[in-house]
C-alpha cells in the first residue's frame, strides 16, 4: 500500500498562514497530479486544491485566493500554502495521488496521507 508522508499543519490565528507539505515514494503509477482535501467537523471529506504535473492548478472555491498549490514534478512533492486562514479552515487535511484528464475534475485515487490537524483559533 503505497503510502504519502505529510508535514506541517498546527495551530495559527485567524488571519494567519500555514504551509502544508507532502511527498510521495516515487512515482505512482496511474497517477498524473496531487491533491489535497480537507475533513471539516462533522462533515465528509471534500477537495480543496490540486497540482497536475505541468504545472495545471484548481481550488475549491471556499479557498481560492487565499490557498496556493505548487508541486516538485521531479520528485512527487506538493506544498499548499494556506494565508488568510480562517476557523471555518479548521479540520483535518489530507494529500492525495490522482489524475486529471483535459477540464475534467481531479479524480482521486486511493493513495492517502496520514492526515494532518490544521487548528485555526478566533
Known amino acids: 500500500q503505497v503510502q504519502l508522508v505529510e508535514s506541517g499543519g498546527g495551530l495559527v490565528q485567524a488571519g494567519g498562514s500555514l504551509r502544508l507539505f507532502c511527498a510521495a515514494p516515487?512515482?505512482?503509477?496511474?497517477?498524473?497530479?496531487m491533491g489535497w482535501y480537507r475533513q471539516l467537523p462533522g462533515e465528509q471529506r471534500e477537495f480543496v486544491a490540486y497540482?497536475?504535473?505541468?504545472?495545471?492548478?484548481d481550488y475549491a472555491d471556499s479557498v481560492a485566493g487565499r490557498f496556493t498549490i505548487s508541486g516538485g514534478d521531479a520528485d512527487n512533492t506538493v506544498i499548499l500554502q494556506m494565508n488568510s486562514l480562517r476557523t471555518e479552515d479548521t479540520g483535518v487535511y489530507y494529500c492525495?495521488?490522482?489524475?486529471?484528464?483535459?477540464?475534467?475534475?481531479?479524480?482521486?485515487?486511493?493513495?492517502w496521507g496520514q492526515g494532518t490537524q490544521v487548528t485555526v483559533s478566533s
Open positions: 492525495n495521488a490522482g489524475r486529471v484528464v483535459g477540464r475534467a475534475p481531479y479524480r482521486p485515487a486511493d493513495y
Open positions: 516515487g512515482d505512482i503509477g496511474g497517477t498524473n497530479a
Open positions: 497540482y497536475a504535473w505541468g504545472g495545471r492548478t
